[in-house]
Each structure stands twice: as structure tokens, then as C-alpha cells.
């Protein structure tokens, strides 16, 4: 099956940093998603994104479908944005998403 | 806004009992889903639902059942609760692709 490997595990950074993770996934897929698991457990969506570039505020997204890896850029961080960052793919077989081991993000103030 | 709601945040059982956990959806989506998730191992999926009283076995099934009597409903269903069902319980609804996840029930099987 495809596997889906998230990079780094973990990311400490300053308050007003910048950082990118990346996702990286073995075979074509039909769709992609990004979440941020908060401190209470659910997971909120961030983006839905097949190819191209999205934004979102102080986040952004690149997905190249042809390479087979998606970024997540967060720009001037916030301590809000700590927790657990994953990406999950969408497999050609349906609409099972399979999930990355996510990257757990510490901003301190 | 789509909008996914779990019966309880958390949820003590003992060993044996029947658990019942519910999730329920107001976007009139046509799949449903549930996931574990546990430290070291991710989320995984338990079962889905294309439709309702359809049910689709996901990759970890044993010791669960599923039910979907109405579309916004998709009740999980712990038939005799074990320890190692201990877990964060995550369900999630689609219509087309992007899911959407509800808050997560902590269950704990003492």
C-alpha cells in the first residue's frame, strides 16, 4: 500500500519563526489533506490539496502530484500553532484517507 | 460550516460491558468513517460507510461493529469491551473527498 512519510518528527521553534514540513508519498494519489491535531485531540483541516498552491493566512500548502510530495509552510509562528501537524493521502482505490506519523510542533514564547 | 459531533469527549467502561460511541454530521455527507488512534501507531481506520446500512470493513475491524440506520448517523460499537481498546476514537464524514473530523472521544476499559 502507499506509505506516507511526514518530516521532521519534531520541530521546536522560536515565537515569529518560519518553518516547512514536508510530506512525502510512494505512489499517485487522487487527493491530499494537512490537519493540525490541538492540545484536545481533534483534528482541524487545513487544507485539501491534489496539486498547485493554497493559502490560508499565515499558512500556505504546495502539493506537486508529479514528485509526489506536499509542503506546509508556517510563517511567523504562533504558540497557538503547537500540536501535531499531519498529511494524509487519498489512494486511487477510494476514498480511504492513509495518514503520515505527523510532525509534532513546539512554539515557545 | 461543516459540523461533526461524538456523544462523549470521554468515556470510562469496564472490561466486558457493550460500549456504544456516536457520531453524528449536519452536511448531509454520504460517507462516514471511524479511526483509532494511539501513540506509535498513528490513525488507523476501523470501519467506513458509503451509504445507509452499508458498512466496509477498514484495516482493523476485530473486536468492533458498525451501524448506520440514518444517513448523519454512524454509531461505533464495542461489543465487549477490552483493556486494549483503550484509545482516542475519531469519526469523520465526506461527500466527495475532503473529510472532516469530529472532537474525539477518549476512551478509557478499566
Known amino acids: 500500500g502507499i506509505q506516507v512519510e511526514q518530516s521532521p518528527p519534531d520541530l521546536i521553534l522560536q515565537e515569529g519563526a518560519n518553518s516547512t514540513l514536508r510530506c512525502n508519498f510512494s505512489?499517485?494519489?487522487?487527493?491530499l489533506q494537512w490537519f493540525h491535531q490541538n492540545p484536545w485531540g481533534q483534528l482541524i483541516n487545513l487544507f485539501y490539496?491534489?496539486?498547485g498552491t493554497k493559502q490560508n493566512g499565515r499558512l500556505s500548502a504546495t502539493t506537486v502530484a508529479t514528485e509526489r510530495y506536499s509542503l506546509l509552510y508556517i510563517s511567523s509562528s504562533q504558540t497557538t500553532d503547537s500540536g501535531v501537524y499531519f498529511c494524509?493521502?487519498?489512494?486511487?482505490?477510494?476514498?480511504?484517507?492513509?495518514f503520515g506519523q505527523g510532525t509534532e510542533l513546539s512554539v515557545k514564547p | 460550516d461543516v459540523k461533526v459531533t461524538q456523544s462523549s469527549r470521554y468515556l470510562v467502561k469496564r472490561t466486558g460491558e457493550k460500549v456504544f460511541l456516536e457520531c453524528v454530521q449536519d452536511?448531509?455527507?454520504?460517507?462516514m468513517f471511524w479511526y483509532r488512534q494511539d501513540p506509535g501507531l498513528g490513525l488507523r481506520l476501523i470501519y467506513f460507510s458509503y451509504d445507509v446500512k452499508m458498512k466496509e470493513k477498514g484495516d482493523i475491524p476485530e473486536g468492533y461493529s458498525v451501524s448506520r440506520e440514518k444517513k448523519e448517523r454512524f454509531s461505533l460499537i464495542l461489543e465487549s469491551a477490552s483493556t486494549n481498546q483503550t484509545s482516542m476514537y475519531l469519526c469523520?464524514?465526506?461527500?466527495?473527498?475532503?473529510?472532516?473530523f469530529g472532537p474525539g472521544t477518549r476512551l478509557t476499559v478499566t
Open positions: 452536511m448531509d455527507h454520504e460517507n
Open positions: 490539496i491534489p496539486s
Open positions: 505512489d499517485s494519489v487522487n487527493n
Open positions: 494524509a493521502v487519498y489512494n486511487n482505490q477510494g476514498g480511504k484517507l492513509i
Open positions: 469523520a464524514s465526506s461527500k466527495w473527498g475532503e473529510q472532516y
